[in-house]
């Protein structure tokens, strides 16, 4: 981010009190704050409370082997009865989980009596093709409740899931059973997308020629598409779950027993396996979202529009919410099918009461127009929530006065996969909202923004932010992989977890996020590494380098702009450009997903280099944003710049 946005931001004035009615009834109360500082870990102790525990935890912290942490030693109690089976015990067999809306307009309304036994089946299932606690499942599925319903099936007897999002290619699903050693993959035949099935599992077929680990694979049947069959391997959900005994007797593991491992993009090109376990997590999960969300299950329809293949999935779609025994909505598609006013439609229909989206769908929103939204009636949303990248001051007003009715609070909430549940957020109700800063640490939770001399800065400066204190649902470590875990999070400064976000404190001691401070882009939420692309453009027969940047852009956030060198060899000619950008384009697409695919592809003759061999993607950076190219002292050659400029404009 430039200084210029940067003091932009920092000159928004508007202020949004919080509304008088909203405030008195508020679950969170701002003495919430004062109890959490006055004994952090009783504070904890209590969060945990609100779940149901077979075995009462000894010791709240163990932090003896740091950064290594044990919450909540000793206690045992079972993930998947805590959000399904104890709301049934409550007497809310009855309540609705689920509201499923499918693409094509096809629907499902779950009961938590109906879930109970939905997810009791599919342990079954899982228990009769041979997973045990403690193995590795990979799940590769559209957003139907079968995906939930595999989630908590797989928590439920004690295997860590390993959701890999619907949208990455073959290869890259490949490496992430590998790398968990999963022992059986749920898919579906495919899922719709855009008006029309979408096949997923080809990608399944081609991934596990090559992950000797897997030994079933068990297929959802969503769309009917024709599928290779391979009958010593894949066997029909219908057939295997349906046919299950619907009970199950739920077992209590411990507090520590890993819950999933979710891939992320780190700095190198290996994604990293980022591990959660159960007794910390869900009660971080279940806490911030009973408070952020200002959550009544007796009468909300909670909504969150995130894909169960991120992180927000899973902590405010699966175990958040449904430890906390909500109703809420979950949909299949895109915003715009059939037509654009679809998210509208649905929230008008089920009455949704709480909203949780991305930036970038407020930003595309707004593209739009303002009309499409004004045709529906809105008026039950009470909470709006913002998650996955800064949200910038317009688009955060724009989502308050078209969706909010300027009257619904807006919560942006700052955490990462890393940290498993909301670090960062006002509180609805009690903190008076600035448009685009994330502002507050939640109660109970610990952050700074240092220096490079790890010196907390003063207000009104910038730095890194970092957290000061371990909390509940902390990653565990990257799977099998304790070393990086130390290096990347907690070397840069001892002590301290070091987010990879640059902030900056305002006049108040309110927090700005401004972006990430390493090679890791945010393209509509979703973290995207430029050393995985660059990767995956020089395994291209036709490409000798490849640099990649996240160039700002006004709709998702950041766009992938990469810069090629094509191989002598490669027969190019200029009148062939636009094919040869077209194949990487696809290329990359293939290897890591559509969602990594450049905007831009600018073949170039030379790339900027420090003198030790560095690329600086600042410079390039520059260039794909159309700025005046900044220092290029440190260039090995001061010339290329003028030479990357010069060729660009030719092409
Ligand atoms: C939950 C999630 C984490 C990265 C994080 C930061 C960015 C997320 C944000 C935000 C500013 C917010 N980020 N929420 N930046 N304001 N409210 O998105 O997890 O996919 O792991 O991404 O996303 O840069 O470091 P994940």
């Given at each position: 981010?430039?200084d ?36 952090r ?53 009855e ?52 995906a ?87 066997v029909?959900?219908h ?24 891939y992320?993009?780190g ?53 958040g ?118 502002q ?8 700074d ?21 371990p ?10 992989d ?16 070091f987010a ?80 040869v ?11 890591i ?35 005046t ?23």
């Open positions: 981010m430039t210029e946005t940067l003091s932009n931001l920092l000159h928004e004035e508007r202020r949004f009190p919080p509304d008088p009615a909203f405030a008195g009834a508020a679950l969170a109360q701002p003495e919430l704050y004062q109890q959490a500082q006055a004994d870990l009783a504070f904890w102790d209590e969060q945990a409370r609100a779940l149901d525990w077979t075995t009462e935890w000894t010791q709240t912290l163990d932090w003896s082997n740091a950064p290594f942490a044990k919450w909540f030693v000793g206690g045992t109690l079972n993930v998947a009865y805590n959000c399904v089976d104890r709301h049934v015990d409550a007497g809310n067999g309540r609705v989980a689920l509201h499923f809306e499918g693409e094509p307009g096809d629907t499902r309304s779950i009961t938590y009596a109906q879930l109970q036994r939905e997810v009791s089946k599919a342990a079954n299932a899982l228990l009769g093709l041979g997973v045990e606690a403690g193995d590795r499942v990979a799940i590769y599925l559209p957003m139907i409740p079968e939930v319903i595999s989630m908590l099936a797989c928590a439920r007897i004690g295997a860590a899931h390993s959701v890999v999002f619907g949208g990455f290619s073959a290869e890259a699903l490949r490496s992430r059973i590998d790398d968990a050693d999963a022992k059986v993959v749920i898919t579906s035949d495919g899922g719709y997308r855009r008006g029309n099935p979408s096949a997923l599992k080809p990608a399944v077929d081609a991934a596990v020629v090559n992950t000797p680990s897997v030994k079933k694979v068990l297929v959802v049947q969503r769309t009917k598409q024709d599928v290779a069959w391979d009958d010593s391997r894949d029909w959900w057939d295997v779950v349906d046919s299950a005994e619907d009970v199950h007797q739920p077992q209590a593991f411990d507090a520590e027993n890993p819950l999933f491992i979710l992320t993009s700095t190198t090109g290996k994604p990293k396996g980022i591990l959660h376990t159960s007794g910390g997590y869900l009660t971080q999960a279940a806490y911030t979202h009973r408070n952020v969300f200002d959550l009544r299950p007796e009468k909300d329809i909670y909504w969150c529009t995130a894909d169960i293949g991120w992180v927000t999935g899973h902590s405010y779609i699966v175990y919410p449904l430890a906390n025994g909500a109703t809420q909505v979950i949909y299949e598609g895109t915003p715009d099918t059939p037509h654009k006013g679809r998210f509208w439609e649905i929230i008008q229909k089920y009455k949704v009461t709480q909203l949780y989206t991305a930036p970038t769908a407020i930003r595309t929103f707004m593209k739009w127009g303002d009309d499409i939204p004004a045709q529906y009636d809105l008026s039950s949303l009470r909470v709006l929530g913002s998650v996955g990248e800064p949200i910038n001051p317009e688009a955060w007003i724009w989502y308050r006065k078209h969706i909010g009715g300027d009257q619904a609070p807006i919560v942006d909430t700052w955490w990462q996969t890393e940290t498993g549940a909301i670090m960062i957020s006002p509180l609805p109700g009690v903190t008076t909202a600035k448009p685009g800063s994330a507050v640490a939640l109660p109970g939770i610990g952050i923004v240092v220096d490079d001399a790890m010196k907390p800065v003063p207000n009104g400066s910038g730095g890194y932010l970092v957290l000061t204190e909390w509940p649902s902390m990653l565990r470590g990257i799977w099998g304790p070393e990086r875990f130390k290096e990347t999070y907690w070397s840069r400064f001892e002590g301290l977890y990879g976000d640059g902030a900056k404190k305002d006049e108040d001691g309110d927090i700005w996020l401004l972006g990430r401070v390493d090679d890791v882009m945010n393209v509509s939420g979703h973290r995207l590494s430029t050393t995985e692309i660059e990767s995956a453009l020089v395994s291209h027969p036709k490409v000798a380098e490849a640099a990649v940047v996240g160039a700002s852009d006004e709709t998702t956030g950041q766009a992938v702009c990469a810069f090629v060198i094509l191989r002598g060899d490669a027969g190019y000619d200029e009148s062939q450009s636009e094919a950008i077209a194949e990487l384009r696809n290329h990359v697409a293939k290897e997903g559509p969602i990594a695919k450049p905007r831009q592809v600018m073949v170039v003759n030379e790339l900027p280099k420090t003198r030790s061999g560095k690329i600086m993607r600042r410079l390039l950076q520059d260039v794909a944003e159309n700025r190219v900044g220092d290029v002292t440190t260039l090995a050659d001061s010339t290329v710049m003028d030479l990357i400029k010069k060729g660009l404009r030719a092409g």
